[in-house]
């Protein structure tokens, strides 16, 4: 205890970390179970570096051809890359190995998913504004990454799966024009699979990557702290205000216990539930066709983009072959993430509105942007179904062509359609919500008043009932005004035609005035 108190003392007065623990341990942690998936997040991160670090001892990054000569016998005597040898000796012939790649892999997957669901909830409840757009665009970084990161431990092997998948992503790279060829040649070292791209991917798999992903969730972490957690409507909680538990000691023990949790539930489903058995694919050969084999789902939405384009989509332009079936994607995916990347602050153009927002919102409540994010989930969704199309047509007894042709209807029309459909739910909702806090809910219970009129009986809801329905701003169209030089710009008009639209069919909240009015005329 002595040892202790000494070395603790040392530290502190050359640091002066008592203040800083004091302070960050006063920070205050709502306790809504949807905060939950950012730290299911961080804890899949934390198993993916001990789970990976143990791997990095035995994994061979190279693409020197060796014999088999391990412990699974129908692969004994086959020549086949050293990474794809050292991979198998790794399944077969190291204690605690195919557990280990298991959690590595089921964690992975945890991390981009739990990475994706947090974000919508960020997105669908405006916890994306501002003090927060920087975070947001963190968030959408580290999602990034998450998928490079998924994809080159995926390529590391050398099987056929993975051989696939970088033979589709070299084809994308050549497609492009002028450069694609170079840009294959610096990435694989040669014809694919190159003699060097084992070797660069584990680099940015091992090295690179992992340290950007640290890196930005230091920023994300600090940038949660400063700027507070959002939370939602209820009693005593006002915008600066958090209710919840603080860091220290409440949190950080829930904390502890859920990452054994979600810890747990990795090594129980890496225990039972086989992924990524490369010793059935062997290794990697291009002749070969592997039908049924698919990406893993987060890729998966750039795969469905290529199967979507029509064939014939080339032209030349003197030597060059211009593929726009590949181009047209990968435009397309770009622009994609730009837009979710810069959400944030089309949203703060359109309204105009520069105040801080630490209140989170009921997706209900603002149904544009509601509306707007079940588009792009719907077409993302379509992407991610397209990689499966094959798969769609063999179970189901269609054609191929069939599910393709759905499938493109679906990515274009489909977003319009969850758009329109979301908007008019939300607004119902809203109408809903807004005749439940005037008049409370139905009771079925008929009574007759002494003039002789049947009526029903209402339940009056209670304070904290009609606070979550009513506690929500209500935002105008931008008025068009002139500027300064007294000009009306075409700038100025397309803000303010975005923001009538941003904001049409809008229920404005009850007010307090509305509700007395309502509690006077039932008395």
Same mark, same amino acid.
């Given at each position: 205890?002595?040892?202790?108190?000494?070395?603790?003392?040392?530290?502190?007065?050359?640091?002066?970390?008592?203040?800083?623990?004091?302070?960050?341990?006063?920070?205050?942690?709502?306790?809504?179970?949807?905060?939950?998936?950012?730290?299911?997040?961080?804890?899949?991160?934390?198993?993916?570096?001990?789970?990976?670090?143990?791997?990095?001892?035995?994994?061979?990054?190279?693409?020197?051809?060796?014999?088999?000569?391990?412990?699974?016998?129908?692969?004994?005597?086959?020549?086949?890359?050293?990474?794809?040898?050292?991979?198998?000796?790794?399944?077969?012939?190291?204690?605690?190995?195919?557990?280990?790649?298991?959690?590595?892999?089921?964690?992975?997957?945890?991390?981009?998913?739990?990475?994706?669901?947090?974000?919508?909830?960020?997105?669908?409840?405006?916890?994306?504004?501002?003090?927060?757009?920087?975070?947001?665009?963190?968030?959408?970084?580290?999602?990034?990454?998450?998928?490079?990161?998924?994809?080159?431990?995926?390529?590391?092997?050398?099987?056929?799966?993975?051989?696939?998948?970088?033979?589709?992503?070299?084809?994308?790279?050549?497609?492009?024009?002028?450069?694609?060829?170079?840009?294959?040649?610096?990435?694989?070292?040669?014809?694919?699979?190159?003699?060097? =791209?084992?070797?660069?991917?584990? *680099?940015?798999? %091992? +090295?690179?990557?992992?340290?950007? &992903?640290? $890196?930005? @969730?230091? !920023?994300?972490?600090?940038?949660?702290?400063?700027?507070?957690?959002?939370?939602?409507?209820?009693?005593?909680?006002?915008?600066?205000?958090?209710?919840?538990?603080?860091?220290?000691?409440?949190?950080?023990?829930?904390?502890?216990?859920?990452?054994?949790?979600?810890?747990?539930?990795?090594?129980?489903?890496?225990?039972?539930?086989?992924?990524?058995?490369?010793?059935?694919?062997?290794?990697?050969?291009?002749?070969?066709?592997?039908?049924?084999?698919?990406?893993?789902?987060?890729?998966?939405?750039?795969?469905?983009?290529?199967?979507?384009?029509?064939?014939?989509?080339?032209?030349? =332009?003197?030597?060059?072959?211009? *593929?726009?079936? %590949? +181009?047209?994607?990968?435009?397309? &995916?770009? $622009?994609? @993430?730009? !837009?979710?990347?810069?959400?944030?602050?089309?949203?703060?153009?359109?309204?105009?509105?520069?105040?801080?927002?630490?209140?989170?919102?009921?997706?209900?409540?603002?149904?544009?942007?509601?509306?707007?994010?079940?588009?792009?989930?719907?077409?993302?969704?379509?992407?991610?179904?397209?990689?499966?199309?094959?798969?769609?047509?063999?179970?189901?007894?269609?054609?191929?062509?069939?599910?393709?042709?759905?499938?493109?209807?679906?990515?274009?029309?489909?977003?319009?359609?969850?758009?329109?459909?979301?908007?008019?739910?939300?607004?119902?909702?809203?109408?809903?919500?807004?005749?439940?806090?005037?008049?409370?809910?139905? *009771?079925?219970? %008929?009574?007759?008043?002494?003039?002789?009129?049947? $009526?029903?009986?209402?339940?009056?809801?209670?304070?904290?009932?009609?606070?979550?329905?009513?506690?929500?701003?209500?935002?105008?169209?931008?008025?068009?005004?002139?500027?300064?030089?007294?000009?009306?710009?075409?700038?100025?008009?397309?803000?303010?035609?975005?923001?009538?639209?941003?904001?049409?069919?809008?229920?404005?909240?009850?007010?307090?005035?509305?509700?007395?009015?309502?509690?006077?005329?039932?008395?």
């Amino acid at each position: 205890m002595r040892l202790t108190n000494w070395a603790a003392n040392y530290v502190d007065e050359r640091t002066s970390m008592s203040g800083f623990v004091r302070e960050l341990g006063r920070k205050i942690f709502p306790d809504h179970w949807s905060f939950m998936l950012g730290e299911v997040a961080l804890y899949s991160f934390v198993v993916i570096l001990i789970s990976g670090t143990f791997l990095t001892f035995f994994f061979q990054p190279s693409m020197a051809v060796v014999t088999y000569d391990g412990s699974y016998a129908p692969l004994k005597g086959i020549q086949m890359s050293a990474a794809m040898s050292s991979t198998l000796n790794i399944s077969f012939d190291i204690r605690g190995g195919l557990l280990l790649r298991q959690v590595h892999h089921w964690a992975a997957l945890l991390f981009v998913a739990a990475i994706g669901l947090h974000m919508l909830r960020i997105y669908f409840t405006g916890a994306f504004r501002k003090p927060r757009e920087l975070n947001w665009l963190i968030g959408f970084v580290l999602f990034v990454l998450a998928l490079a990161e998924g994809f080159t431990g995926y390529s590391l092997p050398d099987d056929l799966l993975s051989g696939n998948g970088l033979r589709i992503i070299d084809g994308m790279i050549k497609g492009v024009p002028v450069v694609g060829t170079w840009i294959s040649y610096l990435l694989f070292g040669g014809e694919v699979p190159g003699t060097a =791209i084992v070797g660069r991917l584990y *680099s940015l798999h %091992i +090295l690179l990557l992992p340290a950007i &992903l640290v $890196v930005a @969730l230091g !920023l994300h972490m600090v940038l949660l702290i400063v700027n507070k957690h959002t939370q939602f409507a209820g009693p005593g909680r006002t915008e600066g205000n958090v209710i919840g538990v603080p860091i220290m000691p409440v949190f950080a023990a829930k904390a502890g216990g859920f990452f054994f949790i979600i810890f747990g539930v990795i090594m129980l489903t890496a225990s039972f539930v086989t992924i990524n058995p490369i010793w059935l694919y062997g290794p990697y050969d291009p002749s070969p066709i592997s039908a049924g084999t698919q990406p893993d789902w987060y890729i998966g939405f750039a795969d469905g983009a290529l199967r979507l384009i029509p064939p014939g989509w080339e032209f030349m =332009i003197g030597p060059y072959t211009v *593929s726009m079936n %590949i +181009l047209v994607p990968i435009l397309v &995916l770009l $622009v994609f @993430l730009v !837009l979710v990347a810069l959400y944030p602050f089309f949203e703060a153009w359109v309204t105009g509105d520069k105040r801080e927002h630490h209140m989170a919102d009921r997706p209900r409540n603002a149904p544009t942007r509601t509306a707007i994010g079940a588009a792009g989930v719907t077409f993302y969704a379509a992407l991610w179904a397209a990689a499966s199309s094959d798969l769609i047509a063999t179970h189901f007894g269609l054609t191929i062509e069939g599910v393709i042709h759905a499938i493109q209807f679906a990515t274009i029309a489909g977003p319009f359609i969850a758009y329109f459909v979301t908007k008019r739910i939300c607004i119902g909702l809203q109408k809903k919500d807004r005749e439940i806090a005037l008049h409370g809910y139905e *009771s079925g219970r %008929i009574v007759r008043l002494p003039g002789g009129e049947y $009526v029903e009986v209402h339940e009056q809801l209670s304070d904290y009932e009609r606070w979550k329905l009513v506690s929500f701003d209500d935002y105008a169209p931008i008025m068009l005004r002139p500027d300064k030089q007294g000009r009306i710009t075409a700038r100025a008009r397309f803000r303010a035609r975005m923001s009538r639209w941003f904001f049409e069919y809008r229920i404005a909240p009850v007010s307090r005035t509305e509700i007395e009015a309502s509690s006077h005329g039932s008395h």
